[in-house]
């Protein structure tokens, strides 16, 4: 058990409490895709922006190790840092069963069930799940109904590449505009569905084809956060080599980049069909300890636990 150091948190609490109440429109516009984008910019980009907003410091703290990164050398700014590579072969080694689903990041992990009639179902305080899938998509929102998902939350201070969690065909990509608001626990606490309203983009894979991982289809949304300045589909089968965008119809392989955040805090999500996955024994005990507190719990009112997983890690196995 750790207790977590989370960034700008006075900030963020401000920004969701006084802000929220007294401003509805200064709370619009600080959460704006566009207000967002500048904020970043002037923390990761500008020169002196550091001395405003203690980036300069904040970057001091990260820990990151510096041992696994690539071109070390050109690491000399905010921005770098944050869109670092990494030896992701050597550092972040996967387990080479083919039924096994890996994590897409570095990040802090909840897990729970999309139907009202199973233990974990707090789905609704983090999205409404017609809106994350949009309610237009009516073949995927009946796809994945009843089914499972996963939360990953990436702060500041981790590799903000998104790796593929399984292996398969892409079936459908698409995005959505949207707000920015931040992925805080405190944020999602005081924000109704927040993850379903932000900026993002729906990959749909489709696991059931020669080579695939053989779960089904399965979502992945890379969810923007504050101080998110975009999202860059990158496809790199090795390594990060000859990078391409998302198309229908392409092999993707499991543990290999997808996509990098530029600057800020996000969230990736996965979707499961029912009956397709299970997840890790060790997860799902995690989320019911009572043995630990975290935001999440106070704020929900039941044990909700995060786990720490690293990029490529066995979260859970095919059924």
Known sequence: MVTEKIFHDK??????????????????????????????????????????TGAKSFVKELGIGIEECLEIQ?????????????KYWECRPMNSDKCTIVSPADSRMLAGNL??????????????YDELLGAHKENWVSKFRDGSYAVFRLTPDKYHWNHFPVSGKIADYYEFDG???????????AEVTPYSKNRRAVTI???D????????????????ALMIGGIEQRYSSKYYDNPSIIQKGMFVEKGAPK????????????????DRMDFSNDIKLNLKRKDAQSRYSEGFGEPLVETEVALRSEIGRTL
């Not at 006084?18 to 566009?34: C, G, Q």
């Not at 050109?74 to 990494?86: G, V, Y």
């Not at 920015?180 to 405190?186: I, K, L, R, Y």
């Not at 084809?209 to 923007?224: I, K, R, S």
């Open 11 to 52: 900030l963020i609490n401000s920004i969701y409490s006084d802000v929220r109440e007294k401003s509805p429109f200064a709370f619009n516009l600080l959460t704006s895709p566009r207000m967002s984008s500048l904020i970043a910019f002037t923390v990761y980009d500008i020169p002196c922006g550091g001395l405003f």
């Open 74 to 86: 050109k690491l000399k700014t905010p921005r770098q840092i944050f869109e670092r590579k990494i």
């Open 115 to 128: 139907s009202k009639n199973k233990d974990i179902f707090v789905k609704e305080k983090f999205f409404s």
């Open 179 to 189: 707000s920015c608001h931040s992925c805080n626990p405190s944020a999602v606490i």
């Open 205 to 207: 894979i489709d696991t």
């Open 209 to 224: 084809v020669d080579g695939g991982t053989n779960c089904g289809f399965v979502a992945m949304f890379e969810v923007a």
């Open 259 to 274: 996509s990098v955040y530029h600057p800020g805090s996000s969230v990736d999500i996965l979707l499961f069909e029912k």
